[in-house]
Every structure is written in structure tokens, then in C-alpha cells.
């Protein structure tokens, strides 16, 4: 028996959901920088997303490879300020505006990216040693949603001090 319990479970990376990404899970593809970026020292890397943990993740990894390209489906970051500010000031960051990744290509390991232009539809491949996908996280709490109200992304409702509709139950 325990009197508070703290729900702490996490959450899982979201997929792009395209043609490569698990057959190259751990060989090229990655949602970790500071995890697999020494594996790309000098080479070329794509990081999809425009969010904080994407442009956080990009400058690690700027010091490490040789260009970080990102790839966002938007014409603008919704990543905070002072991280804007960061990656544009980098020379090693190259951006792709209005893009999206439609597959990822290689022969064992990844080898390009296939993409395409939303405002032009044009589609074409860039070389490339890595994908780094940032575009969000899913709360892995499915199995408490039927005993706790969640948000429409599966977030646990707490209020200000992390506390639950349930005394003693607190979610982090």
C-alpha cells in the first residue's frame, strides 16, 4: 500500500510513418542526437521538425557533423525564440521550408532522403548519412485513460501542483 502514488511513464516518439523508417531504425534513422550523433562526425544530416526538441537537437548536433539540413513542412519554427535565434546564427544549418519527407532510401544503411516540395509538388532525393525526426511525442499512458480524463494528445489533466481528479494519485 502506498499513500501517493506518481504516474511517470514517459513517452514515445512520433513517426513520420514513411517507407524506411523502421528498416532503418538504428541505421541512419534516430530520435536521439546526443544518443547517435558521434556516429555522422563530418557527415551530412537531415532533422525533420521545427519545434524546440528539434532545433535543441540540431545545434548538438551541429557541432559534430559537417551540415545539418532541417526539414520543416512549414514556412516558419514554432520552436522558442532564443533557439531560432541560435540555429540561424550557425553557418552549418541549411533549411527546407514547405518540405516533407516522403521515404527514406539506402542499401543497409540510409544513404538519401526523398522529398517533396509542398508548394511546388517537385520530388527529389537528397543525399544524406542521417534522419533525426523531432515531431513530437505520444504520452505512454493509454492504459490509465478509462481511470484518468487526458488531454486530445493523451496528456494527463493535473492541475498546478501535478495532482490528478484522484487525492494522492500525481502525474509527471
Not at 500500500?1 to 534516430?30: C, M, P, Q, W, Y
Not at 557541432?63 to 525564440?81: C, F, P, W, Y
Request: with cysteine.
Amino acid at each position: 500500500t502506498a499513500s501517493r502514488l506518481i504516474i511517470a511513464t514517459g513517452g514515445s516518439h512520433n513517426k513520420l510513418g514513411v517507407t524506411g523508417e523502421d528498416e532503418f531504425a538504428g541505421r541512419g534513422v534516430s530520435y536521439c542526437a546526443v544518443c547517435d550523433g558521434n556516429f555522422f562526425r563530418g557527415q551530412d544530416v537531415v532533422v525533420v521538425g521545427g519545434g524546440d526538441a528539434a532545433m535543441d537537437e540540431s545545434y548538438y548536433l551541429s557541432g559534430i557533423v559537417n551540415s545539418v539540413t532541417i526539414v520543416h513542412r512549414r514556412d516558419e519554427l514554432r520552436a522558442a525564440k532564443i533557439l531560432q535565434e541560435r540555429a540561424f546564427a550557425s553557418p552549418k544549418f541549411k533549411w527546407l521550408w514547405s518540405h516533407v519527407v516522403e521515404r527514406i532510401n539506402g542499401n543497409g544503411i540510409v544513404t538519401s532522403v526523398t522529398l517533396r516540395n509542398l508548394k511546388t509538388d517537385e520530388v527529389y532525393d537528397k543525399p544524406v548519412a542521417g534522419v533525426f525526426i523531432y515531431v513530437g511525442l505520444k504520452p505512454n499512458c493509454e492504459f490509465l485513460e478509462s481511470a484518468l480524463p487526458c488531454d486530445d494528445q493523451g496528456h494527463i489533466h493535473v492541475n498546478h501542483r501535478m495532482e490528478t481528479r484522484i487525492p494522492g494519485v500525481y502525474a509527471i
